[in-house]
Structure formats: structure tokens, C-alpha cells
């Protein structure tokens, strides 16, 4: 048995209720969502967390959060490419706080990294007040690094569509993320 229809009948004894489902499934994606976590962290210069934790904070929040349902592998792993995103933001975030309340206490580190962060986080919210789907197609693209084969199963639309929408939405977001803009 290939590991995608093991990944994808755990998925599905885990929608059924199975409470253990989870803790059978992680052995077999760990080592996918350690590269999520790499390419997660490689979008952000300041490094806030390190792979390992990002990984086992973003297994804390899938447990956690009941009536979860996955179609298939493609649907887990772009979730749980979103919840490290919104990790790494929210410690970017905590981060860039702290520096404001005590300035003088706290280590010396380029902001421009911190704002990367978050700039890309608000480009891509603006992009979604636009229009969602280049938002989620964007968001895919660049965090849970899915092709376009895999994002179009996904979203329930076509390989080419996807690249048209990835075309339009990075267009947007480099826009949006020019100095001066």
C-alpha cells in the first residue's frame, strides 16, 4: 500500500470519529511537514521559530480543534501550511510588540525582517478582499508549496486556471509589496 491512500484512509477514519486517527497519521506526514515548516520559514528572514517547534506547535493546534475533516493529503497539508503561517505572524507580531514595550532590554535584530512578515500578511489579505480565490491559490503556492495540479484539487478547479490565478496574484502581491506602495 503507497503512502497516499494510507495518508488518505487515516484522513478518513479521523472524520468518522476516530479519536487515535491523528496519532497514526503524524508518523507518516512528519518528514512533509518538516519541509512545510523549511519553506514556511524560508518566506521569513527574522527566523522566529525554529522548524521542530513550528511543526509541533501547528500538531498542537490539528489536535485540538475538533469536528476537523480532510478530504485527502492535498486539503491536510495546505491547512496545516496555513496554521504555521499564522503561526510564524503571531510570534512575528508578539515579537515586533515586545520591541515597542521594552526596546532596551530586548536583543538587537533587523525589524525589516519582522516586517517582511507581516507586510506579506497584510498583502495577502488585501489580495483577498479582492478576490479569495488568488488569495487561497497564492497562499498554496507559496506556504504549503503545492503544484498546481494539487491546488486545483483543492480548490475544485483546473491546473490552468490555477496558473492564471497564481500569474494574477503574484502580480498583486508584488504590487503590494514594492517599497512605496
Not at 8 to 26: P, Q
Not at 52 to 68: P, R
Not at 150 to 156: K, M, S, V, Y
Request: charged fraction near 30%; glycine fraction near 2%; aromatic fraction near 4%.
Amino acid at each position: 500500500m503507497t503512502a497516499e491512500p494510507e495518508i488518505t484512509e487515516v484522513l478518513s477514519r479521523a472524520a468518522n470519529g476516530d479519536v487515535a486517527a491523528f496519532d497514526v497519521l503524524i508518523p507518516k506526514v512528519y518528514a512533509t511537514l518538516r519541509r512545510l515548516a523549511r519553506h514556511q520559514r524560508a518566506h521569513e528572514a527574522a527566523h522566529t521559530l525554529e522548524t521542530t517547534a513550528l511543526v509541533h506547535e501547528a500538531y498542537l493546534k490539528l489536535v485540538s480543534n475538533d469536528g476537523l475533516a480532510f478530504t485527502d493529503r492535498a486539503h491536510l497539508y495546505a491547512y496545516m501550511s496555513q496554521v504555521m503561517r499564522h503561526l510564524l505572524i503571531d510570534h512575528a507580531r508578539r515579537k515586533k510588540a515586545q520591541k515597542r514595550q521594552a526596546p532596551d532590554i530586548t536583543a538587537p535584530e533587523d525589524v525589516s525582517d519582522i516586517l517582511d512578515v507581516l507586510a506579506i500578511d497584510e498583502a495577502l489579505k488585501r489580495l483577498a478582499d479582492t478576490d479569495a480565490r488568488l488569495a487561497r491559490v497564492a497562499e498554496l503556492r507559496l506556504f504549503a508549496d503545492l503544484s498546481s495540479p494539487e491546488i486545483g484539487e483543492a480548490l475544485g478547479i483546473n491546473a490552468r486556471t490555477v496558473e492564471r490565478d497564481w500569474l494574477k496574484a503574484r502580480t498583486f502581491l508584488s504590487a503590494c509589496l514594492m517599497p512605496g506602495a
